[in-house]
């Protein structure tokens, strides 16, 4: 495996921890260039054991405002990153892990200079209310203000959880004293949030990375592949990639073609109103991944698009549905993911979403 995709998802963790922290989760694509073979790891959060459907809820049962409900400590998920990175330098890491990580520590220890996305995030959860957590107001909101952006910015405590994680592995983050450490924080947010049930030490010492099939599909003369469900967007850029190709005939277009940019752009709208309505955790039932890619639905999506070029995109009836089971979605805008792909000189690839 590309020996810099640890290092890099730790330095991502210490400068973007908004998109990329160790209490995260991710997807993790592995090509293996000897054996040919495409594994894929799900690293992605769960809810807690004591979690309730009901928990992001009103009283009158309707969904609370995302700002709301992501401001809950019933919207904590158990972090499943340090658990994929250690699972995938088990089976494929080459440098010891210890010194994957140093870079990060470094840079904790010796600290950056914090970047403007990182800066607005940390103004926006400033504005979501953080004060029921010192240990994130302490490194984040010194004084109640961001760090400045013309100073280094050191995040010490972090550093020491890196070096703790380089010397006892991986699994530590879930048994021992970093579990301790979690439980007895998200413990703490039980007073000031009385329908929050807390955290068991089960969640941690329980959670175990998936393994899924890939999601895979032939188009323009390739068979591409991609993450499955609960990912959303690789089945995402698979439908937009299928509905540019019928948008742009068997001809195709140049890039220095204008209308070949229009295309794109509406290929990705109607998917993503697809992606947001259909895909979700697979756990809680059955998603219509290839009724989205039958040819016969993405001709006719490509029809309906060609034929109202400035209609708002809606969700389609994929092959097997003859219904909308759930109320449509509003759109937003997604700024809390970091992705990477690398390739090492053997052709060993790795396609990384945290």
Same mark, same amino acid.
């Given at each position: 495996?590309?020996?810099a ?7 991502l ?15 993790l694509?592995?090509w293996?260039a ?16 004591r979690?309730? +459907?009901?928990?992001l !809820?009103?009283p009158? #049962?309707?969904?609370?405002?995302? @700002?709301?409900?992501? &401001?809950? $400590?019933? =919207?904590?998920?158990i ?13 494929y ?9 140093? +870079?990060?520590?470094? !840079?904790?220890?010796? #600290?950056?200079?914090?970047?403007? @996305?990182?800066?607005? &995030?940390? $103004?926006? =959860?400033q ?7 010192t ?13 400045p ?29 970093l ?11 039980q ?66 073609d ?33 009724g989205?890619?039958d ?25 097997g549905?003859t219904r ?14 970091s ?16």
């Amino acid at each position: 495996m590309p020996k810099a995709v640890f290092t890099t998802t730790a330095v991502l963790a210490v400068v973007e921890p908004q998109s990329s922290g160790l209490a995260g989760g991710g997807f993790l694509l592995h090509w293996e260039a000897k054996q040919r073979q495409l594994s894929v790891l799900d690293g992605r959060e769960v809810a807690s054991e004591r979690s309730r +459907p009901t928990d992001l !809820l009103d009283p009158a #049962g309707d969904p609370l405002p995302w @700002r709301q409900a992501t &401001s809950k $400590a019933n =919207a904590i998920g158990i972090p499943g990153t340090v658990a994929l990175l250690w699972d995938a330098h088990q089976q494929y890491g080459r440098l010891p892990w210890a010194t994957t990580l140093q +870079p990060a520590i470094r !840079l904790a220890r010796d #600290g950056f200079h914090p970047s403007p @996305r990182l800066l607005r &995030s940390l $103004a926006m =959860a400033q504005r979501l209310g953080a004060a029921h957590s010192t240990a994130f107001q302490a490194p984040y909101l010194p004084g109640g203000q961001p760090p400045p952006a013309d100073q280094r910015f050191r995040n010490p405590a972090l550093a020491r959880t890196l070096e703790h994680l380089a010397a006892q592995g991986g699994p530590s983050f879930y048994n021992g004293a970093l579990a301790r450490q979690i439980l007895q924080e998200i413990s703490a947010l039980q007073p000031q949030e009385p329908g929050f049930r807390g955290w068991t030490a089960a969640d941690l010492s329980a959670y175990a990375v998936g393994r899924r099939p890939p999601l895979c599909h032939n188009l323009l003369n390739h068979r591409l592949c991609t993450m499955p469900p609960p990912s959303s967007g690789g089945l995402a850029v698979l439908q937009t990639l299928a509905l540019l190709q019928e948008l742009n005939g068997p001809t195709g277009t140049s890039a220095s073609d204008p209308r070949s940019w229009q295309r794109l752009a509406q290929a990705q709208s109607w998917a993503d109103a697809d992606r947001l309505y259909w895909v979700r955790d697979p756990i809680d039932g059955a998603i219509p991944s290839r009724g989205l890619l039958d040819p016969a639905y993405i001709r006719a999506r490509a029809r309906a698009i060609q034929a109202s070029p400035t209609r708002r995109p809606t969700p389609g009836l994929p092959p097997g549905t003859t219904r909308y089971p759930f109320a449509l979605p509003k759109q937003g805008r997604e700024e809390g993911t970091s992705h990477l792909s690398i390739v090492d000189r053997q052709g060993n690839i790795a396609s990384y979403t945290s």
